[in-house]
């Protein structure tokens, strides 16, 4: 399920430089995740990055666009396609994932 940033936000932009994924950018005056970008950090994190950094708790899951571990790892190798390390993760099922915690 790929995240969202909500009104909550304080723009303090910590977010943005977390994501291995560069899915957060700066839009108008407000943070956003690209949904088509966000893959929850599995592949690279426990727990996705940008929740960790907010210091407002603002990024949560967003219920309009749910995906699985398992479509969430296909998108993330479509991101990535050059990491090796990340390919060898995958094939050898040890992909960080909050789903694995």
Same mark, same amino acid.
């Given at each position: 399920?790929a995240?969202?940033i909500?009104? #909550?936000?304080?723009?303090?932009?910590?977010?943005?430089?977390?994501?291995?994924?560069?899915?957060?950018?700066?839009?108008? #005056?407000?943070?956003?995740?690209?949904?088509?970008?966000?893959?929850e950090? $599995?592949?690279?994190?426990?727990?996705?990055?940008?929740?960790?950094?907010?210091? $407002?708790?603002?990024?949560v899951?967003?219920? #309009?666009?749910?995906?699985?571990?398992?479509?969430?790892?296909?998108?993330?190798?479509?991101?990535?396609?050059? #990491?090796?390390?990340?390919?060898?993760?995958?094939?050898?099922?040890? $992909?960080p994932?909050?789903?694995?915690?």
């Amino acid at each position: 399920m790929a995240l969202f940033i909500t009104d #909550d936000c304080i723009r303090c932009g910590a977010c943005e430089p977390a994501c291995p994924n560069e899915a957060v950018g700066f839009r108008g #005056d407000i943070y956003v995740i690209h949904v088509e970008r966000c893959t929850e950090c $599995v592949g690279f994190r426990d727990a996705p990055a940008c929740q960790e950094a907010c210091p $407002v708790d603002c990024c949560v899951s967003d219920p #309009d666009h749910p995906e699985s571990e398992g479509d969430l790892v296909r998108k993330v190798l479509a991101l990535h396609p050059d #990491d090796e390390s990340l390919r060898r993760r995958v094939e050898e099922a040890d $992909v960080p994932s909050r789903y694995r915690r």
